[in-house]
């Protein structure tokens, strides 16, 4: 299944979204680009939406 997938820092602005092909339930993506701090992810696909935040603490 595919699934989109955006990361959006706190102040509102998308620093990452990228279109993922999810098998057995798992999904791995690189963030070593972004700095620490807290983030939203956002993952959603045909009949389903899910966001959590997530906290970088080093890169």
Do not use: A, C, H
């Not at 798992?26 to 939406?49: D, H, T």
Request: hydrophobic residues 40%.
């Amino acid at each position: 299944e595919r699934i989109d997938l955006q990361i959006i820092d706190m102040t509102g602005k998308i620093v990452l979204r990228n279109n993922l092909q999810i098998q057995q339930n798992q999904w791995s993506y690189s963030v070593s680009n972004l700095v620490p701090g807290v983030y939203k992810v956002i993952f959603s696909g045909n009949n389903f939406y899910q966001s959590n935040s997530v906290v970088i603490l080093k890169n």
